[in-house]
């Protein structure tokens, strides 16, 4: 079974300080990792994808296979990033579906 | 305005009732799915469409009903032999079946009185 664990439900940091939200995996081959993020008052969103490799709003995420995480990290917090992040796996199980973890909530304080 | 739209936001129902939620999509989308969120469990597949007249169990599908008539329609029924209805229930979709990016709805809060 694929699973996705979120280890922190609330992390705060002070603007300008970095950050990294925690995502590990379960699961036996290659899978897909995602971010979505919820901000508030609006709806859950996709933020980035591992095989695209790109920076979204000055987020990364590396996939480590060897420790199966997919960390997301900002080297400058800013208010606005307040918001809820999703980390997500796609595998190929029947249906190839979305799994998604717990979700961490990120506060970004002035 | 393309999207996903949810209603209604707000439901609240008597224990031993069904409900439907309603989920619609003019985004074109092959695939629709239904989310449960709760708090710390973040969100859980209820059942999943990946092309009109089919459907498939998701991984909390006990309690539930859907039907998929139309492309563009998704409706959830929250039924009485669900034990735990109380919840914030997601409506997405994607082009196609099994793809990473979803669009999601506002979502509806079900709250069982």
């Known amino acids: 079974a694929q699973r996705v664990t979120q280890p922190e439900k609330l992390l705060s940091v002070f603007k300008g300080a970095p950050v990294e939200l925690k995502c590990n995996y379960s699961y036996s081959g290659s899978p897909e990792l995602f971010w979505y993020v919820q901000y508030s008052r609006q709806r859950l969103q996709l933020l980035l994808r591992h095989i695209s490799r790109e920076s979204i709003k000055g987020f990364t995420a590396d996939l480590n296979k060897g420790e199966t995480s997919f960390h997301l990290k900002k080297p400058f917090a800013q208010e606005e990033d307040s918001a809820m992040y999703y980390c997500?796996?796609?595998?190929?199980?029947?249906?190839?579906?979305?799994?998604f973890g717990g979700g961490t909530r990120l506060m970004v304080k002035p | 305005d393309g999207g996903i739209t949810q209603s209604p936001k707000y439901l609240f129902r008597k224990e031993g009732q069904n409900v439907t939620l309603s989920c619609e999509q003019n985004?074109?989308?092959?695939?629709m799915y239904w989310y449960r969120q709760d708090p710390g469990q973040g969100l859980r597949l209820i059942y999943y469409?990946?092309?009109?007249?089919?459907?498939q169990k998701g991984d909390i599908a006990e309690g539930y009903s859907v039907s998929r008539e139309k492309k563009e329609s998704f409706p959830l029924t929250v039924t009485s032999a669900q034990k735990n209805p109380t919840a914030f229930y997601l409506c997405?979709?994607?082009?196609?079946?099994?793809?990473?990016?979803?669009?999601f709805g506002e979502g509806s809060r079900l709250t069982v009185l």
């Open positions: 997405a979709s994607s082009m196609t079946g099994g793809a990473g990016e979803l669009f």
């Open positions: 985004l074109n989308h092959d695939a």
């Open positions: 469409s990946q092309i009109v007249n089919d459907f």
């Open positions: 997500a796996l796609r595998g190929v199980n029947a249906g190839n579906m979305l799994t």
